[in-house]
């Protein structure tokens, strides 16, 4: 609770500050890793590697941008869990984002906490894939407008440092925050191309909800 108001004043202080509109902050922190906002959630199961997500007041990225580009799972948890039968406090200990597989049968938790994440969790896509988290969750900014858009003369647009490429990420299709649309800085030879291409899941694997073609607890 205490966290929630926190962010909530310091999104609000942000927002003021800034005369209510997004505005794109300077490249520098693209590529920092981040953990976003909803892994703090007991009942996140995680995201999916057929979507893309967006937090633009991230306050662990100097851009203000976590961007989860098409990724599967949690950061904190890279193996996955089934879903637990109670809740509550971990008593096996819990996984990190640089979990490695001694820690594969550990649970899932809130970040920083002991607290079991109450829902199933799919393991991250393979490494090679370039879906994992690594390669597709991290510190970003806007680079552009989406295909096809209007130019924005008042956004003040990043250039991408060495190494990343500016890529659509988000499709203007006229919903939601115009400002939210259009691309991003992504790490070179990482853009999607297909839910196929998640490769062999690193950890728990349910064929029903998670993308991929089993599971290994490889490294």
């Known amino acids: 609770m205490t966290r929630s108001i926190l962010s909530g ?3 609000l202080i942000s927002v003021l500050a800034l005369g209510g509109l997004p505005v794109a902050c300077q ?17 996140f199961a995680g995201f999916k590697v057929t979507e893309e997500n967006i937090e633009s007041r991230s306050f662990q990225c100097q851009t203000r941008i976590c ?23 971990a008593t096996g200990g819990c996984q990190t984002s640089t979990s490695g597989p001694d820690d594969a049968n550990k649970a899932c938790c809130v970040p920083g906490t002991d607290t079991v994440v109450e829902a199933e969790v799919c393991g991250q896509c393979a490494e090679d894939s370039q879906r994992d988290a690594a390669q597709a969750v991290y510190c970003s900014c806007r680079c552009g407008v989406a295909e096809g858009a209007d130019p924005d ?18 499709p203007d299709v006229g919903l939601g925050d115009k400002q939210l649309t ?35 607890t490889d490294s």
């Open 27 to 43: 490249s520098g922190g693209v590529g920092d890793p981040c953990i976003p906002e909803d892994e703090y959630k007991t009942d």
């Open 153 to 170: 003369p008042n956004f003040n647009f990043c250039e991408c440092p060495t190494g990343y490429t500016c890529e659509e990420i988000r």
């Open 182 to 216: 259009g691309k991003y800085c992504i790490k070179q030879d990482t853009k999607f191309v297909t839910e196929g291409s998640c490769g062999t899941v690193k950890g728990h694997y349910n064929a029903t909800q998670c993308k991929g073609v089993g599971f290994t």
């Open 9 to 11: 004043m310091l999104g």
């Open 67 to 89: 961007l989860v580009n098409h990724f599967q799972g949690r950061v904190s948890c890279p193996y996955g869990q089934t879903k637990p039968t109670t809740g509550g406090t």
